[in-house]
């Protein structure tokens, strides 16, 4: 099943990949063929730690991969503008109890970001408002219990 994920999401995950094969990947194995050349493998900590370093760069150049070969990359700006909150758009929402106001994007499991008010399209949240208009209220299951939301504003730019 393809997940959803923005274009610029996308792009940002080609650009990390691209790091890492072409930045990331050479100079860990030139630390390698260096604490090689430094003699006795068995207690050479440079040695094991450029190893964990490859490891975990290759593990995260196929996880990457992966993401991007299972992604189907939505452009929120060729959505259809019909008023309603759909994937990409994002939303002013007004909590009813506390007066505040949020302002949120809703992308791709793999590009949500909470301190960048990115989330996730399958979040309580973002669930919540998927298919509402301005002025509708959406009420969110959260931990702490039901959270009412008044949808202020939808932008669909990008």
């Known amino acids: 099943m393809a997940v959803p994920i923005t274009v610029r999401g996308a792009e940002a995950l080609k650009v990390e990949l691209h790091e890492l094969k072409t930045v990331k990947r050479p100079a860990v194995v030139n630390a390698i063929a260096e604490a090689r ?3 006795d493998l068995k207690e050479n900590a440079e040695y094991h730690a450029a190893r964990e370093q490859q490891s975990f760069i290759e593990g ?3 996880e ?3 993401v991007l070969a299972d992604s ?3 452009d929120p700006d060729a959505l259809p503008r019909d008023g309603r909150v759909v994937f990409g758009v994002t939303v002013e929402l007004l909590n009813i109890d ?3 106001t949020v302002r949120y ?4 499991d793999y590009e949500s970001d909470i301190k960048l008010n990115r989330i996730s399209i399958s979040s309580p949240i973002a669930r919540a408002l998927i298919g509402k208009e301005v002025d509708d209220v959406a009420m969110v299951q959260a931990p702490g219990g039901a959270i009412e939301y008044e949808i202020v504003s939808i932008d669909y730019l990008g």
């Open 60 to 62: 995260r150049i196929q």
């Open 105 to 108: 994007q809703i992308v791709g």
């Open 64 to 66: 990457l991969e992966s």
């Open 37 to 39: 050349a430094h003699g």
């Open 98 to 100: 506390t007066d505040e």
């Open 72 to 74: 189907q990359v939505i």
